[in-house]
């Protein structure tokens, strides 16, 4: 099993579509969480940290759920240019990250 | 300057051959990171500095792949006797320090070996 994973999609939305990506991580232990973005043949760039009690920055939410293992994304209002891969990202024991496969998403005009 | 760079941005070779890529962390960035990205995978991370020290080596694939920092600064990667699946995206990042949030990427080595 591996330690993030993610739906690879890819989720095609038309502009001004909701859109949420889940990811579950297998270590309890975890303690720090993150979505990267990467565009296309670009390196991966932070979007936003996960907190416990869920954080929000314009369009973007994020949620943690410990007891479940679970990591949420949603961006509502998309816009063409959020198209890109989401990656989900988690510390592992020794506190380096571990990075999902990622989740790609194609907004659509 | 600003950012992670890395050299070269592409990298043609033929199997068997050895290669380097180098890194050049964000100044004063005392944490640096390998990675390799396979198309169409995740991050595959390979080893860490803290400085100079490489405290987890855990991730190189084979005993093929190495790498160094001097100066708490530059690394190099370096990859002897390529095989075809080496060819991927080769990815540095550094960050403040190991375990700081956030971790600033390079624009990658593409490596294709023939």
């Known amino acids: 099993r591996k330690e993030v994973e993610q739906d690879p999609g890819p989720f095609n939305v038309p502009e001004g579509a909701t859109v949420a990506f889940n990811c579950t991580y297998s270590?309890?232990?975890?303690?720090?969480f993150f979505w990267y973005r990467q565009d296309c043949r670009k390196e991966p760039k932070l979007l936003m940290s996960v907190y416990s009690s869920g954080n929000e920055d314009g369009r973007f939410t994020a949620q943690l759920n410990r007891a479940s293992q679970y990591i949420s994304l949603l961006i509502r209002d998309s816009k063409l240019s959020d198209s890109a891969t989401y990656l989900c990202v988690v510390t592992g024991n020794t506190g380096k990250l571990i990075f999902g496969q990622g989740t790609t998403l194609q907004v659509k005009p | 300057g600003a950012g992670v760079s890395q050299s070269p941005s592409n990298k043609v070779t033929e199997k068997g051959k050895d290669v380097e890529l180098r890194c050049d962390p964000i100044s004063g960035h005392t944490a640096l990171y390998w990675y390799r990205q396979s198309l169409g995978q995740g991050l595959e991370f390979l080893i860490y500095?803290?400085?100079?020290?490489?405290?987890?080596k855990s991730g190189l694939p084979s005993d093929r792949f190495s790498a160094e920092r001097t100066g708490g600064s530059v690394s190099t990667l370096t990859i002897q006797r390529t095989q075809q699946e080496d060819s991927a995206v080769y990815l540095c990042a550094s960050s403040l320090d190991f375990g700081h949030v956030t971790q600033y990427f390079g624009p990658g080595t593409r490596l294709l070996v023939l």
């Open positions: 270590n309890s232990a975890s303690q720090s």
């Open positions: 500095f803290q400085g100079n020290s490489a405290p987890d």
